[in-house]
């Protein structure tokens, strides 16, 4: 049975396929041309990350198709319910990289309560002319610590930024749609394991008392945080966007930040991705990463892996 991994896989993850008799194809397809390579090498299982869409026509156009696999948790890019209408198997890994994007949450964190992503960016053109002025400018940074983080979301990757910033001790507050409350464990490397019994907040409470903001939501068909959202939020508030593009109102982040209401921002995903608007790339008080949430060497082990346990299990 041939697997086509449109948008890659780990070397784990081939492996793991291979050993249970699966030939692994890793080329990229063209979005048009793929209902051609799936049908002319008889493809059985796809399997895409965010850039490949699968949509009704390459179901409906490709009778070998018995699965489709997301590498990561949301399946917007996929028509779910559609496809298993007609009995293909849908399967994503919905942990499997909760760890990566709660880390790369704090590294823009981390990053903006000290003035990193405009320090590297000065300190090349000035650092052998300018220290003693650049160490003036960057020495009114701020701890974590004893800060309170608002969550929206409080899926996998929600409850995963809760336990590094409680580890770091600071307040969580969260708020959710469907989780009315949760314990979260930490895991300390000795075996030791600390239960916080958390609840839901609503969101108005979670955006009026939080000195940070992170998103970890589904995608949307409207903003979760726009003009009336930034309205409520503490003066100097920080936010972080790791979930989806359109999640936030760059618009709206833009004038929020030149009114001083946000002191900073920190954004893995964006609304006109693969193109950011150049007010967004430009502005000085933005950390910018290109949608690499996800994208660790032990978060790619673990999806490779995870997927190819599931379709074993389902295809064999």
């Known amino acids: 049975m041939r697997i086509l991994a449109n948008d890659g896989i780990s070397q784990a993850g081939i492996d793991a396929l291979k050993s249970n008799g699966f030939e692994v194809l890793t080329v990229n397809v ?81 990053g903006a309560v000290r003035f990193l992503y405009d320090s590297n960016r000065n300190m090349p053109l000035d650092g052998d002319s300018r220290f003693k002025d650049l160490k003036k400018d960057y020495s009114s940074g701020s701890e974590l610590r004893g800060k309170t983080l608002g969550i929206i979301g409080f899926g996998k990757i929600g409850q995963a930024t809760a336990k590094i910033a409680l580890g770091v001790g600071m307040k969580v507050l969260y708020h959710d749609s469907e989780i009315d409350e949760t314990t979260v464990s930490l895991k300390f490397y000795d075996g030791q394991i ?32 726009g003009k009336n959202e930034f309205s ?8 972080i966007n790791t979930a989806r593009g359109g999640a936030l109102d760059e618009v709206a982040l ?62 064999k």
């Open 254 to 315: 833009i004038d929020a930040m030149e009114s001083r209401k946000v002191a900073f921002a920190g954004l893995d995903v964006y609304e006109s991705e693969p193109k950011p608007e150049i007010k967004i790339l430009m502005h000085p008080d933005i950390s910018l990463t290109p949608h690499i949430g996800a994208a660790t060497k032990e978060a790619q082990d673990r999806i490779g892996v995870e997927l190819a346990t599931k379709i074993s299990a389902l295809l």
């Open 194 to 225: 600390l239960d916080f019994h958390l609840k839901n907040n609503s969101k108005e409470d979670v955006l009026k008392s939080a000195d940070f903001i992170t998103l970890h939501v589904p995608k949307q068909t409207a903003y979760v945080i």
């Open 30 to 110: 063209a979005q048009n041309q793929l209902i051609d390579y799936i049908n002319k090498h008889t493809i059985a299982a796809l399997l895409v990350r965010s850039a490949t869409e699968v949509r009704k026509d390459i179901i409906d156009q490709c009778p070998s198709l018995k699965l489709i696999g997301r590498g990561g948790v949301g399946m917007d890019n996929i028509d779910v319910a559609y496809a298993k209408e007609k009995g293909v198997h849908v399967i994503n890994t919905p942990e499997a990289s909760s760890e990566s994007v709660a880390e790369l949450v704090f590294a823009h964190l981390y």
């Open 232 to 239: 409520l939020m503490k003066d100097g508030v920080g936010i």
